[in-house]
């Protein structure tokens, strides 16, 4: 059974960390590239961060550029993304997906999602 598994959400106060984790099962990520997106309420889900399969190349959006970092474990079969200085604004429910194209903005072009974890940045 192909499935993805985020994990590592939670509620922190802002300028606090959180690791999520995204572990994949019924099909390895060594030829996927894996995007973590977000969705807050009454807003469309809008991509964070991606992490390609063929050569590591990772990317972030201008919101998280210095604050979050994407990494995989090919042993694990499992990609993290540490996100650190959070601010009220990342509160979001967070998704990862799998893509066998690549990093795509498209969130029609990635083949499977998890079922996410929510994220909430409050004092």
């Known amino acids: 059974q192909v499935q993805l598994v985020e994990s590592g959400g939670g509620l922190v106060q802002p300028g606090g960390s959180l690791r999520l984790s995204c572990a994949a099962s019924?099909?390895?990520?060594?030829?996927?590239?894996i995007g973590w997106f977000r969705q807050a309420p009454g807003k469309e889900r809008e991509g964070v961060s991606c992490?390609?399969?063929?050569?590591?190349?990772?990317y972030y959006a201008d919101s998280v550029k210095g604050r979050f970092t994407i990494s995989g474990d090919n042993a694990k079969n499992t990609v993290y993304l540490q996100m650190n200085s959070l601010k009220p604004g990342d509160t979001a429910v967070y998704y990862c997906?799998?893509?066998?194209?690549?990093?795509?903005?498209?969130?029609?072009?990635?083949?499977?999602w998890g079922q996410g974890t929510q994220v909430t940045v409050s004092s």
């Open positions: 997906a799998a893509s066998r194209v690549g990093c795509l903005s498209n969130l029609n072009k990635y083949d499977y």
């Open positions: 019924g099909f390895t990520l060594d030829y996927y590239a």
């Open positions: 992490i390609s399969s063929s050569d590591g190349s990772t």
